[in-house]
Every structure is written in C-alpha cells, then in structure tokens.
C-alpha cells in the first residue's frame, strides 16, 4: 500500500471520532487526519483554507448531527469545485431506508456504512474503487 | 370545566315562529333567529352555531338549499329541517344533499320539538367529543412516531460507539489480557442492540402500511444471510430458490421475517451436531411464494411449541444463547400484516422446520 491518504472526519460524537481515527492510524492509511466535531466547523475550516494544498482524499460524514446534518453538509459544499476529487463515506447508527436511498442518489457518496464502521470493509471499498492502490 | 351553552339558529320566514320558538327556547339555549337564508348567512359570518333549524318553505331559497350551503364551512354544525308536507322527496333530498340529521313536521308539538333539539344537542357533543379524540390519538401517534426515530438513532448512537470502543481495544497489542473482558462486553452490547432493533421492527410493523415491491428471492435470502451469518461462522447454509414468475409484496416485512428465521436457525444450533446446516428453499408461484427454513439444531420442546410465538417468551437452551423473546412475535405480526400464515415443525435434538406462506400480490 503505497498511497496513502489525507482524511476528514465530521461527527457530532467524540467517542466515534476518537475511534475512527484510531483505526485509521491502525491501518496505516493515512499521512494526515482533520477531525471536526461539527458540519459547520468542518465548513468554516473549509472557508478558511481555499487555497488548501491537501484538499481531504476521504470524508468520513457523519449522517446524524444537530443543526447541519451530513446531507446538509453535502449541500453547502457543492461551490466547492475541489470537492469532486474528495471521497465521501457518510457514517450512521441507524440506516434508514430514506437515507440509503439519498446517498444512493447522490454522486459524490460512495458509499453508506453502518457504525460502528468495519474498517477491513472501509479498506476494502477504498481499494475497490481505486482511492488506495 | 363550565358547560358550554348550545347556540341553536332558527331560520323560517314567518315572523310569528320565529317569536314562538325564542319564547320557547330562549332559557335552555343561546337562541338566534334569522327569517331569511340571507340573515342566517350574516350570523354564520360572526357566530359558530351549534344546530342549524330550518324551514323548508321559504321564498328565495328552500331550507335544504340553505342548509347545504352550510355544509361547508359548518361541517361539525347538526343540521335540522321542519317541513310542511310529508313528502318523501324532499326528506331524501334533505338527507343526501342537505346532510340533515334530524326532521320535524310541522305542526309541531313543543315538547317533542325540545326533544329533537335535545337530540341534536348530544349529536353535536358526540361529534366534537370524537374530533377531540382524534386529535388526540393522532398527537399520540406523531409522538411515538418521533420516539422510535429517536430510539433507532440516539438510543442506538451511543451503544455503537461503545461498540466501536470495545473493537477498537481488541485490536491493541497492549490489551491482550482483557481480550476475554471485551468479548463479553462486545457480545452483551450486540444483545442489546438486537432488543432495540426489534422494538424498532416490532413498532415500524405495527405502524406502516404494506409497501409493495417487485421480490427477487434468491438476492434478498442472500442479502439476509449476509448480514446475520456472522452469529455463527461454522453453520452451512444452503438456499434453493425456484422463481419463475414476478412476485410483489413488502420488503419491509419480508426482510424482517426472513432475518428472525434465518437468525434463529443460526443461533440455535445443536453443539453435539458434527455439520450444522441450515436449508433456506423458496418456492415463488403466481399465487403464493413458500418459504421453509428447516435447521439440524436443539429443537424445540413439545410443551413449548405452542408458546414460541408469544411476546417474550424464551426458553432455556443447551446453546446458552438467549434471544429477546420478540423475534419470532415480530415475525408473526408481520406475516398476519401481509396475509401471509406460518407454521412450525420441530424434534428436540434434531432440528426446527419453519414454514412460511405469502401472497403474491401482483394482481
């Protein structure tokens, strides 16, 4: 595994972002982890650095947040036209079968995992869809 | 509370029954009289009325066009109408068109014209208390609709992340010694996880109407098994499906009933078997589909297979692996939800055969 990949995590839960990002320094796949504890801070970070030199290779989007939710978050980074190269798995404790379908729907989603999320099937989809070689 | 006043409108043309009826009425209701449909209109305006008494002889418009005009914007209002003649037409009229609910004849006697009113009176409680109710009902369903969200998403959340924890520490070098700790933990927290699923199916199938789709049988026993053959790794699984035709019927429910199965013949294996296998066979027809999910595990006891379909109830089992006792309960609400029927067969120590038939409802 060569690659290795810059990564955002949104999520309104401290316990699952310390855990997401556990596992991904576990796996070895990352070289650069950005958490958020909210869509709106992840936003404003966003804002802050339009010039970003590492534009995030994955997100890792919470569904379920207060006030901004994960397919809210989507919506408002739609003028970002950097977003195209982002990879975005959003995250949920419960899948609905409204929300399977949305992120079905929607391009820039690939994929929706359960949590607690499985990250040998996270790896696994990452390299299915050539995000890590 | 205080006893609302009935407010009671009077419309006739004759000026003299108009004074009658005030003089007769006036200490029991809040009387208001109109002697044209056009005064009435200017009252309805500004006062809800109660019970709407009509004459059916007026000049301009008759009482059953009045009346009807008031259906409208008055729907809870009981409507009476007093006529001359009797004559059947204009009583079918009144009743189709005019939604009237009472009718009185004139000449009338006063006291049984007070006990007409006071008919309309409960007539007019009974409809409000019943809307009442309704809303009533329909804030307590809005209620739990909002509370199994909120039961699905923020009492599963942090069960999950939990779950997460637990998986996480299992994977650290440093933990070895507590690895045991963690697979109780893990495995006590899947359990609970179940429990609140099921509540979830359980309600979600109590609640929603049957939402119809094309089935492809053989991708949803594979869809199923996928997600519930981590229980037991060692357990063979073979699934037959013959399906030549389209079948229509709810996912939802199918997904729901096949998983409960599917998971129990998985978990209740008999630990003295050398194979543990599990038979999924479909068989889908124009008319019904049938579906056997038949195990080689413990069995189910004579005394018990009677109970196995009840709420919470469990048994005590050789596999010491023990359920939530709503599993199979779901799986038989959901199959009477969709018309379909279940049957069970079962020899201790040899194994359990479920047999479940659907309708196909592509007609």
């Not at chain 2, 899947?190 to 109590?206: E, H, T």
């Amino acid at each position: 595994m060569a690659k290795t990949l810059s990564i955002m995590l949104i999520d309104d839960n401290p316990t699952d972002l310390f855990v997401h990002e556990r596992f991904l320094v576990h796996k070895k796949i990352s070289h650069q982890i950005v958490k958020f504890i909210s869509a709106e801070e992840a936003l404003f970070y966003l804002d802050e650095h339009p010039d970003l030199i590492e534009w995030p290779d994955l997100i890792l989007l919470d569904i379920q947040m207060p006030v901004m939710n994960g397919f809210d978050f989507l919506q408002h980074c739609e003028k970002y036209t950097q977003m195209k190269k982002s990879n975005i798995i959003m995250l949920s404790s419960s899948l609905d079968f409204g929300d399977i379908n949305r992120v079905k729907a929607n391009p820039h989603v690939l994929a929706l995992m359960e949590k607690p999320f499985d990250i040998d099937e996270l790896v696994g989809l990452l390299e299915i869809n050539g995000v890590l070689h | 509370m205080e006893e609302q006043r009935i407010r009671i409108l009077y419309v006739d043309d004759e000026e003299n029954n108009l004074l009658a009826f005030r003089a007769y009425f006036r200490k029991k209701y809040e009387v208001y009289t109109a002697i044209s449909a056009s005064e009435a209109f200017r009252l309805l305006e500004s006062i809800e009325m109660h019970v709407i008494v009509s004459d059916q002889r007026m000049p301009i418009t008759s009482g059953v066009e009045f009346l009807e005009t008031t259906i409208e914007k008055h729907p809870d209002t009981i409507r009476l109408l007093i006529t001359g003649q009797s004559d059947i037409e204009t009583v079918i009229e009144a009743i189709n068109r005019g939604q009237v609910s009472k009718y009185l004849q004139k000449p009338w006697d006063w006291e049984k014209f007070s006990l007409i009113l006071e008919n309309c009176t409960d007539l007019y409680k009974a409809k409000i208390t019943l809307k009442e109710k309704n809303a009533q009902l329909q804030k307590t369903n809005d209620e739990l609709n909002r509370f199994v969200y909120s039961a699905s998403h923020d009492l599963r959340s942090p069960l999950m992340s939990v779950l997460g924890m637990v998986q996480l520490a299992k994977t650290d070098e440093a933990m070895d010694v507590a690895q045991e700790y963690f697979e109780i933990i893990e495995s006590n927290i899947l359990k609970l996880d179940m429990y609140i699923k099921n509540i979830i199916d359980y309600y979600r199938n109590s609640r929603s109407m049957e939402i119809l789709d094309n089935i492809d049988f053989n991708y949803l026993a594979n869809d199923v098994i996928a997600t519930v053959k981590d229980q037991n790794q060692d357990v063979q699984i073979e699934i037959e499906t013959e399906q030549d035709e389209e079948f229509v019927g709810d996912i939802f429910r199918l997904r729901i009933i096949l998983s409960n199965l599917i998971s129990n013949a998985i978990k209740y294996q008999n630990p003295q078997a050398n194979v543990h296998k599990v038979t999924v066979s479909i068989k889908s027809g124009p008319k019904f589909a049938t579906i056997s999910i038949a195990d080689n595990g413990i069995g189910i006891l004579n005394e018990h297979i009677e109970n196995v379909f009840k709420m919470f109830f469990r048994t005590y089992n050789a596999t010491n692996t023990q359920g939530t006792g709503i599993g199979l309960y779901i799986v038989k609400e959901a199959l009477e939800k969709i018309g379909g029927n279940i049957s069970v067969v079962s020899t201790p120590l040899e194994g359990t055969s479920f047999k479940i038939v659907i309708p196909n409802k592509k007609s």
